[in-house]
């Protein structure tokens, strides 16, 4: 009896167990099959599809949605005629690039040549395509391309002091994008005219300098030297905007060359809480702006020392060649004497975003890399006025900061001659000396009111008053104080005579008048850029230095230019 009901529960005991299996091995199948079908519908989206799923904030800083299409065939196809590209191409790359090379050799070589130059067996690899939208008669492409190659290049060296030495450039690595211009489209075969090529954009550039049986650093400042000289070389000769132009058709190509289309008018207003970079006092801190980074086009502040908060009221002048690209860059830096200074931060500001004949006042966050903007530690912020006027400008626009601004009919004729001639003999002295227009008025400033003051007495209250004062002529003025109030009015005009307009500013301070003394509030910078173009306006400014405030001013002027000769 026991045995048949042993074997009775171990039958169904098993079939359960089976039961259970099958179940199983079926919930698992479905799963697969569900998983399966994901991975399908994932394998079928686009980029946009993705986008749609999760916004760009969930992605990581390292995920880009590239635009550009792969190009497989044509890295197949380079592999396989790479020797011969290596073997015609060296000869002709070298004596094309040796004479840029003597352009920009540095003052302590006396010569710089190639004693070996081959571009190696490993071809590049072309990671992707794009075409640009091109409203004009042309084809605009983008071929971006890596490079870790096996090149094998020896310079040539001689110092001033007689000392040959042979460099190897060695383990060179490039990543960038070149763009190709196919322009005009013609009507015969191949359809073009010419091609354009350029390098669009730099994203790397690595290689090691070795003097070949000794030391590079044997030499001071040999390598520094050597890498300015071919940053510099390729800045000038290949990235864009400068292109190289090669006539596929016969015809006149002129309008491909490169060609300034504007001025940029910046003027470095102020920086605020700059990051310490020193130890002991204060950073000594000076700006670098650049459109393009060549020596003869990047423009220096004068050093402002111990100060976090420098004020310059420096203008200056930056040929812009295509705004569509180009960015101006500001770089603050901290001073270390005649050792190398220090970055403190860098900022950018794209020229497309600019209204041409419009002063734009910004205020840009200073970060540690502009390609790679990973650190959001904040490293103050730096204030610039900028002013595109392109050539093209036709709509009665007047640049205040060009030499001719409000000469009358006479002094333009002094100056540069009717109709493009030279003046007569008796003023042609007057011609060759350049006339530097100083802008000479009346600066009318009413202080309306102040909104939102931050309290500074235990009652919370404060009794404010405003001192106003020109920088370069430290003309100052002051409202009378508005006792128990944060949001006082005074209605107070005053006039100050001003005698460089464009290369000074106001400074309105707001203090707390105590019995014993005064309590700082905040204050406001203000350039003279706006007002000399609009001559009257009424705006809110915030103040600095002060958690909350703001002042309401009309600023008004009456013009009186005067001329010097410099």
Same mark, same amino acid.
């Given at each position: 009896?026991?045995?048949?009901?042993?074997?009775?529960?171990?039958?169904?005991?098993?079939?359960?167990?089976?039961?259970?299996?099958?179940?199983?091995?079926?919930?698992?199948?479905?799963?697969? !099959?569900?998983?399966?079908?994901?991975?399908?519908?994932?394998?079928?989206?686009?980029?946009?599809?993705?986008? +749609? &799923?999760?916004?760009?904030?969930?992605?990581?800083?390292?995920?880009?949605?590239?635009?550009?299409?792969?190009?497989?065939?044509?890295?197949?196809?380079?592999?396989?005629?790479?020797?011969?590209?290596?073997?015609?191409?060296?000869?002709?790359?070298?004596?094309?690039?040796? =004479?840029?090379?003597?352009?920009?050799?540095?003052?302590?070589?006396?010569?710089?040549?190639?004693?070996?130059?081959?571009?190696?067996?490993?071809?590049?690899?072309?990671?992707?395509?794009? &075409?640009?939208?091109?409203?004009?008669?042309?084809?605009?492409?983008?071929?971006?391309?890596?490079?870790?190659?096996?090149?094998?290049?020896?310079?040539?060296?001689?110092?001033?002091?007689?000392?040959?030495?042979?460099?190897?450039? +060695?383990?060179?690595?490039?990543?960038?994008?070149?763009?190709?211009?196919? /322009?005009?489209?013609?009507?015969?075969?191949?359809?073009?005219?010419?091609?354009?090529?350029?390098?669009? @954009?730099?994203? @790397?550039?690595?290689?090691?300098? @070795?003097?070949?049986?000794?030391?590079?650093?044997?030499?001071?400042?040999?390598?520094?030297?050597?890498?300015?000289?071919?940053? !510099?070389?390729?800045?000038?000769?290949?990235?864009?905007?400068?292109?190289?132009?090669?006539?596929? #058709?016969?015809?006149?190509?002129?309008?491909?060359?490169?060609?300034?289309?504007?001025? #940029?008018?910046?003027?470095?207003?102020?920086?605020?809480?700059?990051?310490? /970079?020193?130890?002991? $006092? /204060?950073?000594?801190?000076?700006?670098?702006?650049?459109?393009?980074?060549?020596?003869?086009?990047?423009?220096?502040? /004068?050093?402002?020392?111990?100060?976090?908060?420098?004020?310059? !009221?420096?203008?200056?002048?930056?040929?812009?060649?295509?705004?569509?690209?180009?960015?101006?860059?500001?770089?603050?830096?901290?001073?270390?004497?005649?050792?190398?200074?220090?970055?403190?931060?860098?900022?950018?500001?794209?020229?497309?975003?600019?209204? =041409?004949?419009?002063?734009?006042?910004?205020?840009?966050?200073?970060?540690?890399?502009?390609?790679?903007?990973?650190?959001?530690?904040?490293?103050?912020?730096?204030?610039?006025?900028?002013?595109?006027?392109?050539?093209?400008?036709?709509? $009665?626009?007047?640049?205040?900061?060009?030499?001719?601004?409000?000469?009358?009919?006479?002094?333009?004729?002094?100056?540069? $001659?009717?109709?493009?001639?030279?003046?007569?003999?008796?003023?042609?002295?007057?011609?060759?000396?350049?006339?530097?227009?100083?802008?000479?008025?009346?600066?009318?400033? *009413?202080?309306?009111?102040?909104?939102?003051?931050?309290?500074?007495?235990?009652?919370?209250?404060?009794?404010?008053?405003?001192?106003?004062?020109?920088?370069?002529?430290?003309? @100052?003025?002051?409202?009378?104080?508005? !006792?128990?109030?944060?949001?006082?009015?005074?209605?107070?005009?005053?006039?100050?005579?001003?005698?460089? $307009?464009?290369?000074?500013?106001? &400074?309105?301070?707001?203090?707390?008048?105590?019995?014993?003394?005064?309590?700082?509030?905040?204050?406001?910078?203000?350039?003279? *850029?706006?007002?000399?173009?609009?001559?009257?306006?009424?705006?809110?400014?915030?103040?600095?230095?002060?958690?909350?405030?703001?002042?309401?001013?009309?600023?008004?002027?009456?013009?009186?230019?005067?001329?010097?000769?410099?």
């Amino acid at each position: 009896m026991g045995f048949v009901v042993g074997l009775l529960i171990g039958i169904f005991v098993g079939i359960a167990i089976i039961v259970l299996f099958v179940r199983s091995e079926n919930s698992r199948s479905k799963r697969r !099959n569900e998983l399966a079908r994901t991975i399908a519908a994932f394998a079928r989206m686009t980029v946009e599809d993705s986008r +749609k &799923i999760l916004p760009g904030d969930f992605y990581p800083s390292w995920v880009v949605f590239s635009q550009r299409q792969k190009l497989t065939w044509l890295n197949q196809h380079l592999e396989k005629i790479w020797p011969y590209v290596n073997e015609a191409a060296s000869e002709l790359i070298k004596a094309s690039v040796e =004479p840029i090379l003597e352009q920009y050799r540095p003052i302590i070589l006396a010569s710089l040549k190639f004693s070996k130059f081959t571009l190696g067996t490993v071809a590049p690899q072309f990671t992707g395509v794009s &075409i640009i939208e091109d409203s004009g008669d042309g084809v605009t492409m983008e071929l971006e391309l890596t490079w870790d190659g096996n090149q094998s290049i020896i310079l040539d060296i001689k110092t001033m002091l007689g000392v040959a030495l042979p460099v190897q450039v +060695k383990e060179i690595g490039f990543t960038g994008v070149f763009r190709l211009i196919f /322009k005009p489209l013609v009507n015969e075969f191949p359809c073009f005219g010419a091609v354009c090529f350029s390098l669009r @954009k730099k994203k @790397k550039l690595d290689y090691t300098l @070795k003097v070949i049986g000794g030391d590079i650093g044997s030499v001071p400042g040999l390598s520094g030297a050597i890498e300015d000289t071919i940053r !510099n070389a390729i800045e000038d000769s290949i990235t864009w905007p400068v292109r190289k132009i090669i006539p596929i #058709l016969p015809g006149d190509y002129s309008d491909l060359e490169l060609k300034p289309v504007g001025l #940029l008018e910046v003027k470095l207003v102020q920086a605020k809480d700059l990051t310490n /970079k020193d130890i002991i $006092g /204060k950073s000594d801190p000076f700006a670098v702006l650049y459109v393009r980074p060549l020596p003869d086009k990047m423009k220096t502040s /004068k050093t402002i020392n111990n100060d976090l908060n420098p004020i310059w !009221n420096e203008h200056y002048e930056f040929t812009v060649d295509d705004t569509s690209t180009q960015h101006l860059v500001v770089k603050i830096y901290d001073s270390e004497g005649i050792l190398a200074a220090e970055l403190i931060g860098c900022a950018q500001v794209e020229l497309k975003e600019l209204e =041409p004949g419009k002063v734009k006042d910004v205020w840009l966050n200073l970060v540690k890399d502009l390609e790679i903007q990973r650190d959001n530690k904040y490293r103050g912020q730096v204030h610039l006025e900028l002013l595109y006027c392109p050539f093209s400008m036709e709509n $009665g626009f007047t640049n205040p900061f060009a030499s001719n601004f409000s000469m009358t009919s006479l002094e333009r004729v002094l100056k540069s $001659g009717v109709n493009g001639t030279e003046a007569v003999e008796n003023v042609k002295a007057v011609t060759e000396k350049r006339k530097e227009v100083i802008v000479r008025g009346v600066l009318s400033v *009413t202080v309306i009111s102040a909104d939102d003051l931050p309290a500074t007495d235990l009652m919370g209250k404060a009794d404010p008053y405003v001192v106003l004062t020109l920088k370069k002529s430290e003309a @100052k003025n002051r409202t009378r104080v508005v !006792n128990d109030s944060l949001n006082p009015v005074w209605n107070q005009t005053f006039d100050f005579m001003v005698e460089d $307009g464009l290369h000074d500013m106001l &400074i309105l301070e707001v203090w707390d008048h105590d019995t014993f003394g005064k309590d700082y509030m905040g204050r406001c910078i203000l350039t003279l *850029t706006r007002v000399l173009l609009e001559e009257e306006y009424r705006e809110s400014f915030q103040l600095e230095g002060a958690k909350s405030g703001k002042l309401n001013l009309h600023l008004k002027w009456v013009p009186q230019p005067i001329y010097r000769d410099s």
